[in-house]
C-alpha cells in the first residue's frame, strides 16, 4: 500500500481522470486484457488509495471522497461541456447549411457492448435492403463507434457496410439531438434505445427471417476458422451446439445485475445427452469466471483455450446447430447469422420479446420463490407482479422473493427438446400442447408496442414444474 503522503495526490488525479478499471488500464497499457479480467483488484488498490482498510471507510476519508467527487463533476461540468455542447451546436449548423444540397444524417453503432453492437445493426441493414428506409432525398449517413470496441473482427465488417468517422467529430451533435430533437431529420431511420421501446434490436418488420446475413465469411476466413476449431477437437463433418452461461465476471465488468447470472457446470448433464447423440459442445465466451470442467474430448471449453479471438467468436456461434445461452449480449450474435437460439436461466424472460419466433424458438424461466409463501411463485402470479421484466436485483429482495436457478435435468430436457425441434422430429403430446396453449394465455400482452413473446416454453420444465401454470 503507498505511503500516507501519496494517498492525496493520487486519489486526487484519479478523482478526476474516472473509474479505478480505468485508472487500471492506463497505468497497465501492455496487458490491458489482463487487467480487465482483475477488476476486483483495481477496486482492491483504489479503496487502499482512498485510505480504506480491507473495505473500512473512515469518516475523514469518505468527506474526502465526496469533496473529490463534487470536484470531478464540476470539473466536467464547467470545463468539458462547453466544448462539446459548442461542437455539436456547430456541427449542427453545418448539417443545416447542407440540406438543400445533402441530407447528411448520423447514427450511432454501439460497439461497447457486443450485443448492441451486432442484432440492431444487422436488422437496420436487413430493414434498408428490403426498401423500408428508402428515402426519395439525396442523404449521407454518417456512423460512429463508442470508444471501447467489444469485437474488432464485428468492426471490421460493420466499417465495410456502414460510413465510420471518428467519434470527435459527431458524437456530441448525435447525442444533443437523441435528446432534444429525436424526431431530427438529421438522425439516421435507426431506431436508437433511448428514444424508441422498439428499437432496432426488435425485428418489428420480420425482415432477418426474409434475408440471409449480411456478414459471411470468405473462403480464407473459412479455412483460417476451421483450421483453428479442428485444433480445438471440432470435425466439420459433425454438428455442434454452443453454450453460453453468464456468470458474476461479465457483472464484475459491466456492473450488470448478478441475478441473471448462472454456472456452465450446470449445463454439463445436457452437453454429455447431446454427445450421446452424436453432437459436439462448445462453450463459448469471452469473459468467463469458472473453466468447465470436464474430461470428454468432445465437450469443448473454447474461452480456456489457445485459439479464442474475436474473429472465432463469432465464427464458432455462425457455423453452430444452435445455440444455448442465459440471456446476454452474444445471444445477438446467433441472430445475426441466422442461428436458431434457445434460453435457460432466464429470470426477465419478459424480455424474451425482443427476438422473433425463429430466433428464439424455446426457453425456460428461472424460478421465483417468494419467502413469505414458501413456495415457488406460479406464471399468473409472476406477471401480476411485472417481475418477468424487472431489470434490478434490489426488486427481488424488496419483494420477499429469491431467484433459483433452473436445474441441470431442467436445462437437459430444454436442451434436448430443442435439438428434436430444429432436426424436425418434436412432436409434442396432447397434454404438453395443452400445457403450450395455457402459457399462451397467462403470458403478457404488451398492446403498445409490437414487441410480443413468440417463444415456446420448455415442455420437461413445465412438466417438473406443473405449479407454474396455476391459475387459469
Not at 102 to 126: C, D, M, N, Q
Not at 298 to 317: G, H, K, N, Q
Not at 348 to 356: C, E, V
Request: hydrophobic share 40%.
Amino acid at each position: 500500500m503507498l505511503s500516507h503522503p501519496m494517498r492525496r495526490p493520487i486519489c486526487f488525479i484519479m478523482a478526476i481522470l474516472g473509474s479505478p478499471s480505468a485508472i487500471w488500464e492506463k497505468v497497465c497499457e501492455n496487458g490491458v486484457a489482463t487487467c480487465r479480467s482483475r477488476t476486483h483488484q483495481c477496486n482492491s488498490l483504489f479503496l487502499d488509495l482512498m485510505g480504506h482498510a480491507r473495505g473500512q471507510q473512515s469518516m475523514e476519508c469518505r468527506r474526502r471522497h465526496l469533496g473529490l467527487k463534487f470536484v470531478r463533476k464540476v470539473l466536467r461540468v464547467c470545463v468539458l461541456r462547453p466544448p462539446r455542447e459548442f461542437w455539436a451546436i456547430l456541427v449542427h449548423a453545418v448539417l443545416y447549411a447542407a440540406r438543400p444540397i445533402v441530407l447528411i444524417r448520423l447514427g450511432e453503432l454501439e460497439s461497447r457492448k457486443i450485443g448492441h453492437f451486432s442484432l440492431p445493426a444487422e436488422t437496420y441493414l436487413a430493414e434498408c435492403s428490403m426498401g423500408i428506409h428508402n428515402d426519395s432525398r439525396r442523404t449521407l449517413d454518417l456512423w460512429y463507434f463508442d470508444r471501447e470496441v467489444s469485437n474488432s473482427f464485428l468492426a471490421d465488417r460493420w466499417r465495410q457496410r456502414f460510413r465510420v468517422v471518428p467519434r470527435i467529430l459527431v458524437q456530441p451533435c448525435h447525442l444533443r439531438m437523441l435528446s432534444k430533437t429525436p424526431n431530427s431529420p438529421h438522425l439516421t431511420p435507426f431506431r436508437h434505445w433511448r428514444t424508441t421501446f422498439d428499437w432496432n434490436a426488435v425485428d418489428i418488420y420480420g425482415v432477418t427471417s426474409r434475408t440471409a446475413s449480411s456478414i459471411t465469411f470468405g473462403a480464407d476466413e473459412e479455412l483460417k476458422g476451421w483450421a483453428a476449431a479442428t485444433r480445438l477437437g471440432l470435425d466439420p463433418r459433425v454438428p455442434y451446439v454452443c453454450f453460453m452461461a453468464r456468470d458474476h465476471a461479465f457483472a464484475d465488468i459491466s456492473h450488470g445485475p448478478g441475478f441473471r447470472d448462472s454456472r456452465i457446470q450446470d449445463s454439463l448433464p445436457a452437453m454429455q445427452a447431446l454427445v450421446e447423440r452424436g453432437v459436439t459442445c462448445v462453450r463459448v465466451g469471452k469473459v468467463v469466471s469458472e473453466e468447465l470442467k470436464s474430461n470428454n474430448p468432445r465437450i469443448v471449453d473454447y474461452p480456456y483455450s489457445a485459439i479464442r479471438s474475436d474473429f472465432m467468436d463469432l465464427f464458432l456461434i455462425a457455423h453452430a446447430r444452435f445455440m444455448v445461452s442465459t440471456a446476454t449480449g452474444i445471444d445477438q450474435v446467433a441472430a445475426i447469422f441466422r442461428v436458431p437460439l434457445v434460453l435457460v436461466n432466464v429470470a426477465d424472460w419478459g424480455n424474451t420479446d425482443l427476438h422473433t419466433a425463429e430466433q428464439l424458438p424455446l426457453f425456460i424461466p428461472k424460478k421465483l420463490f417468494s419467502i413469505n409463501l414458501q413456495r415457488n411463485l406460479s406464471c399468473a402470479e409472476i406477471t401480476s407482479l411485472g417481475a418477468q421484466e424487472w431489470q434490478y436485483e434490489k426488486l427481488f429482495q424488496e419483494s420477499g422473493i429469491e431467484i433459483v436457478n433452473n436445474s441441470p435435468d431442467e436445462i437437459k430436457d430444454t436442451v434436448l427438446e430443442m435439438l428434436d425441434r430444429v432436426n424436425g422430429s418434436w412432436s409434442p403430446s396432447r397434454a404438453d400442447a395443452m400445457h403450450q396453449d395455457r402459457f399462451e394465455r397467462l403470458k403478457p400482452q404488451k398492446a403498445a408496442s409490437r414487441r410480443q413473446i413468440h417463444a415456446a416454453i420448455g415442455t420437461g420444465f413445465l412438466r417438473r414444474n406443473p405449479g407454474f401454470l396455476d391459475g387459469t
